[in-house]
């Protein structure tokens, strides 16, 4: 999203500078603030239901972003909230992957930040390419469906463990 954002607002009919595509980025202070809360509710309802919670959100914004870019305000607004989500299902990812082996949690984060990165790359590089092939909109349901197939997974793996 924020790859395929920059490249959205650079292009016509918005033209911005890369200074104003950069000051963007302060929407995702509240995916930051959003990591204390999420962790505190994972520890209260467990991390399956705040990692499909933070999803939910995220993909909703997504799919709202789709359309919003005309107004700064609301993109804005939907971009803290894409950001919430996803930063909020990063934290349970991360505790449920913690709690595989207490005594190995080097290794295991070490093992999840390597996916993360790699994962966040391949979005990254395909966001950006994705607005010249689709259009901003069609990109952004793109990543909608990404966000939909990894809340779809999170609860067939529940299904799979019950």
Known sequence: M????????????FSYSAERIGLYACAGLLGIVSTRVAGAWTDRVGARRVILAGLGLAAAATVLLATSLSNTVVTLGFLGLFDAGLFAAQVA??????AIDPAATARFNSAYML?????GSAGTAFGAAAVSWFGWAVTA???AGAI???AAITVSERAACA
Request: overall charge negative; glycine content about 6%; cysteine-free.
């Open 93 to 98: 990812n991360q505790s449920t992957v913690l």
């Open 115 to 119: 996916v993360y990165f790699v994962g």
């Open 148 to 150: 939909v197939v990894a």
């Open 141 to 143: 349901l793109i990543a």
């Open 2 to 13: 924020w790859a395929g954002l920059a490249v959205a607002l650079s292009e016509p009919p």
